[in-house]
């Protein structure tokens, strides 16, 4: 991920009123067949997401969460694999980190 000063965000927080902005990347794989000649794909995902105070632009904090899905579809299987990261960066570690 891209250092960006944290300044920037304190003019983002600022700027729109948002008390907190959650950063971050991620990065999709296709793992490929899981049986050969079915078309069913391995799909996964690593996501890396950063909590950061709009007023003081501290970190509250990172963490990391993973996802696996197998699909025929590729559309499919990586959007569902993001969503069950998502999800679990959530329901692990946002709300708490936030609340």
């Known amino acids: 991920m891209k250092h960006i000063d944290n300044g920037y965000f304190k003019t983002i927080g600022l700027n729109?009123?948002?008390q907190y902005i959650i950063t971050g990347d991620s990065i999709i794989q296709d793992m490929g067949e899981i049986e050969s000649g079915t078309n069913?794909?391995?799909?996964?995902?690593s996501l890396k997401l950063k909590v950061i105070h709009c007023v003081t632009g501290l970190v509250l904090g990172a963490v990391v969460?993973?996802?696996?899905?197998?699909?025929?579809?590729t559309?499919?299987?990586?959007?569902?694999?993001?969503?069950?990261?998502?999800?679990?960066?959530?329901?692990?570690?946002?709300?708490?980190t936030i609340s």
């Open 16 to 18: 729109s009123g948002a």
């Open 65 to 73: 969460k993973n996802g696996v899905n197998a699909n025929f579809s």
């Open 75 to 96: 559309l499919e299987g990586s959007e569902n694999t993001i969503e069950q990261a998502v999800s679990l960066a959530v329901n692990d570690y946002l709300v708490d």
């Open 40 to 45: 069913l794909r391995s799909f996964q995902v």
